[in-house]
């Protein structure tokens, strides 16, 4: 058992929290303005609040926003960095916005059943690039046989052997296994599409509704808790950033890049335990005046 385990119990449980975003909204409150939060839904739902609904809606509300600051923005990132390089997909994903979704309004998770080809789009950025590409190697084993300690604790450590972060289990073994999937190195959401067979791992039969191309979520019960909700934001901003902008990703000179395969060779990434394009230029070309209105006055 790791041995600090209970000091570490102690101090989580001890943290103290602000209540600053109650204050905020009541200050929303009185100054008229129209506000939706997670906050305000819990205490619009619990009229009469005990300091232990306020402490717990303090944590879940913290926890929602630290939970994906770093994971869902990677994800995004991966998203920009396909759409800029792929066109042809972000063309075909723009075509089924524009024709389930319009321009009069942005796309909502009622969407989502009408738009195939944006969610697939979605479970092949997943797949191309895993957020989180390593895997399920929760301990390793040091030198002293009774110390284990979690391997996010120990990656630093010399004892830890660099293969632990270099093997990508999920990343090259799995999303990218040629068995399951054809051109496994190649960007093509159709492989998503439901008339051409959906692959599916068979470690993550039964996960309808979520991305089925990202095992980043991890498996069995070390699967991430957030998932529905990680998996839910990351559909909802690619397919509203792909129904309002033409993404193209430019040189130094601002010239759009056209050899796309050398690009692509070119492409660097982070090195950590989560998985990112590192920056990159792109161009965001609004797609209509009624698309840029909207924009403005959301």
């Known amino acids: 058992m790791f041995p600090y ?3 570490r119990e102690r101090i989580v449980r001890n943290l103290p929290y602000s209540p600053s975003a109650f204050t905020g909204i009541s200050s929303l409150e009185v100054m008229g303005l129209p506000q939706i939060s997670y906050v305000d839904h819990c205490f619009t739902t619990t009229p009469d609040p005990t300091p232990e609904d306020e402490e717990s809606i303090a944590w879940t509300a913290m926890s929602a926003y630290t939970g994906g600051s770093d994971t869902t923005i990677a994800a995004i990132k991966t998203a920009f960095h396909a759409a800029s390089l792929h066109l042809e997909a972000q063309a ?10 319009g321009q009069e309004r942005m796309p909502e998770m009622n969407d989502r059943p009408n738009l195939p080809y944006v969610t697939a789009f979605v479970n ?6 895993p957020v989180v ?3 399920n190697k929760s ?14 604790l120990a990656v630093r450590s010399t004892a830890i052997p660099r293969r632990a972060m270099e093997d990508e289990t999920i990343g090259d073994n799995m999303l990218r296994d040629p068995d399951i999937y054809e051109s496994p190195l190649s960007f093509d959401p159709a492989r998503f599409l439901p008339e051409t067979g ?26 991430c808790p957030d998932m529905h909700l990680a998996d839910s934001g990351v559909w909802l901003y690619v397919s509203t950033l792909l129904w309002a902008f033409q993404v193209s990703m430019v040189d130094d000179d601002g010239s759009i890049v056209k050899d796309k395969a050398a690009k692509w060779e070119s492409v660097q990434f982070s090195s ?6 590192l920056p990159f230029k792109v161009k965001l070309v609004s797609r209509s005046s009624a698309v840029e209105n909207l924009l403005r006055n959301a």
């Open 124 to 129: 092949e950025c997943m797949r191309l690039i």
């Open 92 to 101: 075909l994903a723009q075509s089924e916005l524009d024709q389930i979704v």
């Open 272 to 277: 950590g335990a989560i998985q990112y394009p």
């Open 5 to 7: 385990s209970k000091v």
């Open 198 to 223: 959906t692959p599916t791992h068979p470690d993550i039969k039964g996960r309808s509704g979520l991305a089925i191309g990202s095992l980043s979520y991890g498996f069995s019960r070390r699967i």
């Open 139 to 152: 301990s390793t084993q040091l030198p002293k046989p009774s110390f284990r300690v979690p391997i996010k």
């Open 133 to 135: 590409p390593i895997g």
